[in-house]
């Protein structure tokens, strides 16, 4: 069965850069639109950020619109995430998902997503 992995969290501080990686078992990335998601303490869990399989369309948040950038590499079977300009409110388990045929407005969805990690935690302190 095909697992994905999330890798790079950890603990920053304000205004600092962190970038999130996930890689999978399988080669699955060339056959899947793939998210980020978070989960901070006692929230919901909430899209991040979204690409589509060729790399072609991204997709943010307006939180994080402008500080975060998503992107993959199919070939390396990765997906990746730069975090600029880390905020308190950043704060969360970070998990990476993998769906098939989304269309823009499904991307926020996690019912969509049919693979997820286990999720890595980044922890931003002020």
């Known amino acids: 069965q095909v697992q994905l992995a999330e890798s790079g969290g950890g603990l920053v501080q304000t205004g600092d850069s962190l970038s999130l990686s996930c890689t999978a078992s399988g080669r699955i990335f060339s056959m899947h639109d793939m998210a980020w998601f978070r989960q901070a303490p006692g929230k919901d869990r909430e899209f991040v950020a979204g690409i589509t399989l060729g790399g072609g369309r991204t997709y943010y948040t307006d939180s994080v619109e402008g500080r975060f950038t998503i992107s993959r590499d199919n070939a390396k079977n990765a997906m990746y995430l730069q975090m600029n300009s880390l905020k308190p409110e950043d704060t969360a388990v970070y998990y990476c998902?993998?769906?098939?045929?989304?269309?823009?407005?499904?991307?926020?969805?996690?019912?969509?997503?049919?693979?997820w990690g286990q999720g890595t935690q980044v922890t931003v302190s002020s």
């Open positions: 998902a993998a769906g098939q045929w989304l269309s823009y407005r499904e991307y926020e969805r996690e019912e969509k997503y049919k693979l």
